[in-house]
């Protein structure tokens, strides 16, 4: 199966600027963007929620980009360059989709804004709530139980 967008010609910037109009078209208060490294964050508030999309770039060192499939050869640093570049405009157009997709499966009824970016939404210590629920989800299955719906008293 082909990847979703995998041959765009769609710049980074201008897919960028899509998610963040449509972000404003669906009521967004505030939008803001970085990368570091090899990934990148898309963060905004709306419904009263921050939320935080980080998303991972491919390594420009990463043999995918560098040798040649087929036989193992080196490419030029113009091609892998341009290798590399046309993979991070498949992953921000593919990220653009997601979040289009999950507000109109909230304006149609499917599911809430609250359900729909939920693994996303910021808790007051700077992680997401799916960051935070994962090693919980983890354990839960590990040991075969689940947590007490109520907890005790604090002792």
């Known amino acids: 199966m082909s990847r979703y967008a995998s041959s765009t010609s769609v710049s980074v910037e201008k897919t960028r ?8 078209r669906w009521g967004a208060t505030s939008f803001a963007y970085g990368w570091q490294g090899n990934s ?26 560098t040798h040649t499939e087929a036989r193992g050869k080196l490419r030029t640093p113009t091609e892998s360059g341009a290798l590399w570049e046309q993979a991070c405009r498949q992953r921000w157009r593919a990220l653009g989709l997601a979040i289009k997709a999950k507000l109109e499966a909230v304006e149609c009824g499917i599911s809430t804004f609250e359900e729909e970016f939920l693994s996303h939404i910021c808790l007051p210590n700077g992680d997401t709530v799916g960051r935070w629920m994962m090693p919980q989800i983890e354990h839960a299955y590990a040991n075969g139980k689940m947590p007490p719906m109520l907890q005790g008293p604090s002792e």
Do not use: H, Y
Request: hydrophobic letters at 40%; charged letters at 30%.
């Open 17 to 24: 600027g899509e998610i963040e109009r449509t972000l404003a």
């Open 40 to 65: 990148a964050q898309v963060m905004f508030e709306a419904n009263s929620r921050r939320i935080r999309f980080t998303l991972p770039l491919p390594d420009r060192a990463s043999r995918q980009f």
